[in-house]
């Protein structure tokens, strides 16, 4: 069983191998209580497309490992950034119960949506995780994407990346 701080060390060991990629530095870690089921870090830029964020992907490789079997335990899903909208419901149709992060991303990301929801009573499969946690490894994951935001990336990307550093107007971040 991982803690949540081993598990955001995953994730984040998961973004520095895409970020020497080029990619950026988004990296998220799915498992149970045995095993890791899915690991994978965003990779826009290899696939050329936008639907290939880190936690779907990690997401959609746990989904093919398991199949309609159960996990052997609770599934968890560890993200260095907050999982978007899309993400977070990828987590639900999974039905992972814990979901980990490391930095809040404030104009996309999905906790406070779904303290908000009201899972469907006719379908008790879809439920919300019962653990939604930020903050974990936080300054870790702020340095990676203050140090993406030094590099060659799209400029519109590495502006957004600066902006998750909490330093807007300073270049590189931190």
Not at 44 to 70: I, K, P, S, W, Y
Not at 114 to 121: K, R, T
Request: charged share 25%.
């Amino acid at each position: 069983m991982f803690s949540p701080r081993d598990a955001l060390s995953l994730a984040l060991d998961v973004a520095r191998e895409g970020m020497e990629l080029g990619e950026m530095p988004i990296g998220a870690v799915v498992f149970d209580d045995d095993r890791v089921l899915g690991r994978a870090y965003t990779q826009e830029r290899a696939l050329g497309r936008r639907v290939v964020h880190a936690d779907l992907q990690a997401l959609l490789q746990a989904d093919e490992a398991l199949g309609f079997t159960r996990a052997s335990g609770e599934l968890t899903l560890a993200v260095n950034l907050e999982p978007c909208l899309m993400c977070m419901g990828a987590a639900i149709t999974l039905g992972v119960s814990r979901v980990w992060f490391a930095l809040e991303s404030p104009n996309d990301g999905a906790k406070e949506l779904v303290e908000l929801w009201a899972p469907p009573v006719e379908l008790p499969f879809f439920r919300k995780p019962r653990e939604v946690l930020g903050g974990i490894r936080r300054d870790e994951s702020r340095r990676l994407f203050a140090e993406y935001a030094t590099g060659t990336g799209p400029a519109g990307m590495r502006d957004w990346a600066r902006s998750l550093t909490g330093r807007h107007g300073l270049k590189g971040g931190p």
